[in-house]
């Protein structure tokens, strides 16, 4: 099984600021399979991003998503009021499994 | 639009079976796979397994074989899953989603409450 460890647990910042959320997996992951999700409190979680690169439906273009091999990140380029939230990585190969989170939190 | 829409809360006893629905609409039922996916209180996110509605194949996560069971009714577009041998540690938040080309889900159900206790 692929374990996913972001990084970090908590990122306390202030809106307009630049977030940068990091998510290693244990072993090489396909780009094609690699997404983000943000989650509020009392919400289901929705896709940001999808074959590490691609934004979903609606999401705005300060969320972006890189990375490759077991290194991936997801960039939020200056803080919203509504981004404050957790946010969670996922792969899918043979299984699909999510990184533990991290949240976001207004400074 | 597309819109996934899940039963209500449960409340059961350690060792009971539990079932849970997923109502689909505003797309084809049957050209998307649907993951189920939980979450305890105040943890992160758990896969369970996946169904292809087409067909009725599943595939579930090593944790849970032999306890999960995953079906469809096409007739309807609702898709289930049941969880056996319920424990305590099963209670959580169960949702459905809605699988985008097995990338993962794109579309969420609203998350149905698993209570378990005696």
């Known amino acids: 099984e692929v374990v996913l460890t972001q990084s970090p647990d908590t990122l306390s910042l202030s809106p307009g600021e630049r977030a940068t959320l990091s998510c290693r997996a244990s072993?090489?992951?396909?780009?094609?399979?690699l997404a983000w999700y943000q989650q509020k409190p009392g919400q289901a979680p929705r896709l940001l991003i999808y074959g590490a690169s691609s934004r979903a439906t609606g999401i705005p273009d300060r969320f972006s998503g890189s990375g490759i091999g077991t290194d991936f990140t997801l960039t939020i380029s200056s803080l919203e009021p509504e981004d404050f939230a957790v946010y969670y990585c996922q792969q899918y190969g043979s299984s699909m499994t999510f990184g533990g989170g991290t949240k976001v939190e207004i400074k | 639009q597309v819109q996934l829409v899940q039963s209500g809360a449960e409340v059961k006893k350690p060792g009971a079976s539990v079932k849970v629905s997923c109502k689909a609409s505003?797309?084809?039922?049957?050209?998307?796979?649907m993951h189920w996916v939980r979450q305890a209180p105040g943890q992160g996110l758990e896969w369970m397994g996946i169904i292809n509605p087409s067909g009725g194949s599943a595939t579930y996560a090593q944790k849970f074989q032999g306890r999960v069971t995953m079906t469809r009714d096409t007739s309807t577009s609702i898709v289930y899953m049941e969880l056996s041998s319920l424990r305590s540690e099963d209670t959580a938040v169960y949702y459905c989603?809605?699988?985008?080309?097995?990338?993962?889900?794109?579309?969420w159900g609203q998350g149905t409450l698993v209570t378990v206790s005696s």
């Open positions: 989603g809605r699988d985008l080309s097995l990338l993962g889900p794109d579309y």
């Open positions: 072993q090489s992951v396909s780009v094609n399979y």
């Open positions: 505003g797309y084809t039922f049957t050209s998307h796979y």
